[in-house]
């Protein structure tokens, strides 16, 4: 079955430290990976996808086809970088919606 | 340009009485979806639209949920006889198309409280 797994509701961390938001999934075939976030009274919206390698406000995520894992990270948190974030999957080049792991609030306190 | 917007902002109902949510996606989006985002919950699917067709209803959570677009733009979720349960955020999302590599574009919600 395809499925992604945000195993952490809730992720609290210093100022300054570092971050790593994990997400796990299961995909038979090569699949994209998104992460998608939603500040506080923000629209959610598109942070990184895997394909365009990009580092997006200091966040960067490797897929790991072995682990299965996309896991969010970023060295220094920021007061800013508290928000809501999803982990989401897409058949590569399918006709498919995104499939969506349950969210991971992370708190970055000062 | 205009991104997705929703209306109304908030909704307050009485339990039993029906709704309606709206949709306006970013103009030439084939794509529309309507997720629900409850209280501590992640997001729940509902329903996608391509073009004007739904082709899979199977997330909408009971049949008093309903969803349709007209012109291959706006689109209404309709909630009948509603619960205390349907108490949530509605999201709308376009996309250019319904590939989903395609980012999503979201718009800011419809905060439905039940009463």
């Known amino acids: 079955a395809q499925r992604v797994t945000q195993p952490e509701k809730l992720l609290s961390v210093f100022k300054g430290a570092p971050v790593e938001l994990k997400c796990n999934y299961s995909?038979?075939?090569?699949?994209?990976l998104f992460w998608y976030v939603q500040y506080s009274r923000q629209r959610l919206q598109l942070l990184l996808r895997?394909?365009?390698?990009?580092s997006i406000k200091g966040f960067t995520a490797d897929l790991n086809k072995g682990e299965t894992s996309f896991h969010l990270k970023k060295p220094f948190a920021q007061e800013e970088d508290s928000a809501m974030y999803y982990c989401?999957?897409?058949?590569?080049?399918?006709?498919?919606?995104?499939?969506w792991g349950a969210g991971t609030k992370l708190i970055i306190k000062p | 340009g205009a991104g997705v917007s929703q209306s109304p902002s908030n909704k307050v109902t009485e339990k039993g009485k029906d709704v309606e949510l709206r949709c306006d996606p970013i103009?030439?989006?084939?794509?529309l979806y309507w997720y629900r985002q409850s209280l501590g919950q992640g997001l729940e699917f509902l329903i996608y639209?391509?073009?004007?067709?739904?082709?899979?209803k199977s997330g909408l959570p009971s049949d008093r949920f309903s969803a349709e677009r007209t012109g291959g733009s706006v689109s209404t979720l309709t909630i009948q006889r509603t619960q205390q349960e349907d108490s949530a955020v509605y999201l709308c999302?376009?996309?250019?198309?319904?590939?989903?590599?395609?980012?999503?574009?979201f718009g800011p919600g419809t905060r439905l409280t039940v009463l």
């Open positions: 103009s030439g989006h084939t794509a």
């Open positions: 639209f391509q073009g004007n067709s739904a082709p899979d």
């Open positions: 999302a376009s996309s250019y198309r319904i590939a989903g590599g395609d980012t999503q574009y």
């Open positions: 895997h394909i365009s390698r990009e």
């Open positions: 995909y038979s075939g090569s699949p994209e």
């Open positions: 989401a999957l897409s058949g590569q080049g399918s006709n498919y919606q995104l499939i």
